[in-house]
Every structure is written in C-alpha cells, then in structure tokens.
C-alpha cells in the first residue's frame, strides 16, 4: 500500500508540473513529450517482475524514462535512454512501428547491499495517435545485461505519451 501511495504523489506531483505547459509548444526542460508506462515483464531495473515508469523526450534527441520496479521487496530504480533509428507506417491501418536502441543503469538498495545494473536495450515496438497529441504504445525490448554479469532480458512495456 505505502509503494502505492508514493506512486499516486508522484504522479500527482509530475501532472502538477507539467499541467502550465498543456497548451504550449515544449514542456520545462525544453521536453517535447512526456509520458507513463508499466513494464509488463521485465524492466530497465534489471528484474524480471513488473514496474512503473515515467518518460520524457525532446526533438530530435533521446528518449529518457526512469523506472521503479514494484515487484520486489527490495528498492529498484533505474534509468534508460532510447534513440528511435527508424520508423514507419504499418499499411492500411494507423498503427506505427519503430525500431530504437539505447542503454540502461539501474540500482537495487537491499538492506546491507548495493547492486548496479548495466546494459544495452533495443526497444521494438507499435503506436497510434488516437487523438491530436497524445501517443498510445507497446514495445518489447531485448536487452543485454553487461554488469553484474553477461545475461539476456525481455522486456514489455504498455503506455502514452503527450506531445507538446
């Protein structure tokens, strides 16, 4: 319940901060989009088990989204950073495609120990726009743990983004 409630203040917080720029043509930062999304199975943390995510983007530049993983007892956050190297339309419907790669860290706080995870991703995945601004999508991302050890990963990710 108390991982529950900080997702809901932080959500809360992170609207409060971008509700002023809804009508602009960038968000702070300079952002062009901004996002949420829930990892369906495995996720930038390096686990295996569910998580929640938060995403920004700016024109022309990285995809950069944090992640907490929520399946675990212990505290799992990480960040990752995706450039989309293609894209295209899926004929005769309004689904889109794209085709990226990036890289992950993430940290596990246990209670006397530290983990640090790191890798490279290569996030595969469909969108559509069901309305003027916002991005509707899912992907899975191959992923290829370096640190603590060499190991293959999936991920899958469900969310939306709102462009500026």
Known sequence: MRRFNLLIIGVVLI????S???QCDEGPLQTSAMG???SIAGNATGTMGPGLGILLSWKEKPLVGLTWSISDKKQTVAAFGDWRVGEGDIEKTPLRYYLGGGGYGGITFEEKDVDVTIGVRVPIGMYFLPARQWELFLQL???LEV???LGLRLGADLGFKYRF
Do not use: H
Request: zero cysteines.
């Open 15 to 18: 609207g409060g901060f971008y």
């Open 20 to 22: 002023p720029y809804a």
């Open 36 to 38: 949420l999304y829930v």
């Open 141 to 143: 991302v191959p992923m």
């Open 147 to 149: 640190l603590p050890e």
